[in-house]
């Protein structure tokens, strides 16, 4: 048989948990939204310590995502991926900003090797990060993978602006809770 | 309204066109058959000129994959990610050779950024590849985007050995026939 298909899905939770409404008119306000649904994720237990959201240039939130990897076994259900794929669906385009509007991906993690080639694909034209790979590296035992030497060089000349450490604290916290529940590798 | 799902799909025509209970011992026969749904998916009209399959280690076949990105809205919906998807979805895990056993994808043009990073994470031990990424270049318009700049190394590294030009003129062709038939980029 070939399997012809996938379904991605996020928590249910996430329609009790998110606002559809929701606007973040700052960078680190934008931040603490994909923090806040890393930490639901590892609170309810429905994925890795990620969370990531995408909004438009007026701040309003387009869509959301957290790590689904190991709940729906697929390694591509990374945050990031999950609110672009979303993203994507809502605006019925492959490549958001193709119409030259601009949006933001907020991470509440730097992104890695998968979700960054993703990101040149997506159509954002600004990639927001709390915690850096060292934090991730430090708190917990996911490996980021290999990047392009200047990997935020490489973004900047295809238009993503990159801006990190916001809500680094913040952004460390949840990993840091992710690995005194014991949490597995996702 | 929290857009919380998607459904990637490959196109129908993958039940007719691919035997489910295929065996490619070789290298090059895998190759082969990414190409051949490379061709088929610009044939079709149903997705970009980029096809990929996953196989066991004896070389039965596991899964298959072809670009979907314009006809989903999907700018994560390239050939390797749907096979990696559908073949993890297969085997209801999300590192695909956690079991010890060996998995090896086939694609019939050298993975972008996002599809590179992704097979580090999707548990595969080797990658075969048909086109390189200069001949994607001179013959489409896609961008193939940043990588690493030993990429191949970096996956050596980590256990993924890395096969290139296997049917390289036949991959090539399928590139050209898609630039002649004045497809959009996907």
Redesign the interface.
């Known amino acids: 048989?070939?399997?012809?298909?996938?379904?991605?899905?996020?928590p249910?939770w996430?329609?009790q948990a998110?606002d559809?409404d929701t606007v973040c008119p700052d960078d680190a306000s934008k931040v603490a939204l994909a923090i806040r649904l890393a930490a639901l994720n590892v609170e309810r237990r429905t994925g890795g310590p990620f969370g990531a959201a995408v909004f438009t240039e007026s701040g309003r939130l387009l869509?959301?995502g957290v790590n689904r990897?190991?709940p729906?076994?697929?390694?591509?259900a990374h945050a990031e991926?999950?609110a672009?794929?979303?993203?994507?669906?809502?605006?019925?385009?492959?490549?958001l900003n193709e119409d030259g509007h601009r949006f933001t991906l907020a991470t509440s993690a730097q992104p890695?090797?998968?979700?960054?080639?993703?990101s040149?694909?997506?159509?954002i034209d600004r990639l927001l990060i709390g915690a850096r790979a060292e934090d991730v590296h430090e708190l917990t035992e996911f490996d980021e993978?290999?990047?392009?030497?200047d990997?935020v060089g490489?973004l900047t000349r295809r238009g993503i602006e990159v801006v990190r450490d916001l809500e680094r604290d913040a952004a460390r916290a949840v990993l840091a809770a992710y690995r005194d529940s014991g949490g597995a590798r996702?």
């Open positions: 048989m070939i399997y012809a298909q996938v379904h991605l899905t996020l249910p996430v329609h998110v559809p869509s959301v990897v190991m729906l076994n697929c390694s591509v991926m999950m672009f794929m979303t993203a994507q669906h809502r605006m019925q385009r492959f490549r890695c090797c998968q979700c960054y080639g993703a040149i694909w997506a159509g993978g290999p990047l392009p030497a990997w490489e996702y």
